[in-house]
């Protein structure tokens, strides 16, 4: 069940380093945010890598970058998702790898079930009732592992299958702005997110920027999370670099495509870069300095946005 932290409390304002060592213990089942290419919890996986926090059983609808880095640091016991790719860039290959090999647990789901699970949870239900599995080889391979259930429904008689509740020890996400309160606005798609954080234990929100408590008092509409479901926010811009966040800035393609093409030759180009753009630094912001100097790509790509809005 959700801790609910004292509203009063300036506490939650955090810096990254001291909200994942706080909430993020080793075997947790860690929950993420961001879809794809976007808005994902760069900043927060990034620091879970330098702190070297493993045995993490990670949990989410499709598990893009964030969980390939997970992976490829060697921290990951589990997974359970709807999918695992990066779109246009093909599938999380250090991911694939450690499943074909047998180093992690895996299991499938659709996405549509993974967001029916964190439902669940948020509602304080053991299983949610879905269909989205029926007829598919993935429902015959959770049932037989137990974590799914075909039964019949008690009023027309057809199949229905239950799913397991998700509840997360700790989820990451990334979002546009918070107010020192935690109240958290996401700008454009949410997916799972809002679920998800329902229905962890804790949950740290790295943010493009920190307002004052208050800020969404005259735009209540605006507040897409409640600051009673968030454990720590930190403020961090360009958190989710490389990948996109509405309304900053488009995702950096051309580092998206160098990790891929590094990861799908193999594990020491994923290993390589975590040593190289992530342990090296003492901070997200060591690693936005050192690779992007002078900012010139993060402002191309905010301008870029800018434009498609």
Not at 95 to 103: D, G, I, T, Y
Not at 113 to 139: D, E, I, K, T
Not at 152 to 174: K, N, Q, Y
Request: hydrophobic share 40%.
């Amino acid at each position: 069940m959700h801790q609910l932290l004292n509203p009063l409390s300036q506490a939650r304002v955090m810096s990254a380093a001291e909200a994942v060592r706080t909430f993020v213990e080793p075997g947790a089942v860690l929950g993420l945010g961001g879809q794809n290419i976007n808005r994902c919890p760069m900043a927060l996986v990034h620091e879970v890598v330098r702190q070297d926090i493993g045995d993490l059983a990670v949990v989410g609808c499709n598990l893009s970058l964030p969980l390939d880095h997970l992976v490829a640091a060697g921290l990951v016991a589990r997974t359970e998702q709807g999918s695992g790719n990066l779109e246009k860039f093909g599938t999380l290959f250090s991911w694939r790898r450690a499943v074909e090999a047998n180093r992690i647990e895996v299991r499938d789901y659709s996405h549509l079930s993974m967001a029916s699970r964190f439902l669940a949870g948020a509602m304080g239900l053991p299983f949610m009732p879905v269909r989205s599995l029926l007829g598919s080889s993935v429902l015959e391979r959770l049932v037989a592992e137990g974590d799914a259930v075909v039964t019949a429904d008690p009023w027309s008689g057809e199949p229905v299958v239950l799913v397991r509740a998700c509840t997360p020890d700790v989820s990451l996400i990334h979002a546009n702005a918070a107010d020192t309160d935690g109240n958290v606005v996401i700008d454009g798609v949410t997916s799972h997110e809002v679920d998800m954080v329902r229905a962890s234990r804790h949950v740290i929100v790295s943010v493009e920027e920190v307002l004052p408590a208050g800020a969404f008092d005259d735009q209540p509409e605006r507040v897409t999370i409640s600051g009673a479901y968030v454990s720590a926010v930190v403020e961090q811009p360009w958190g989710a670099w490389p990948t996109s966040v509405y309304r900053r800035y488009d995702y950096y393609e051309s580092e998206i495509d160098g990790y891929q093409k590094s990861a799908k030759a193999g594990d020491e180009g994923p290993r390589r870069y975590l040593a190289e753009q992530v342990r090296a630094h003492a901070d997200f912001d060591g690693y936005l300095a050192a690779s992007d100097p002078g900012g010139s790509s993060r402002a191309a790509m905010a301008e870029q946005m800018r434009s498609l809005l």
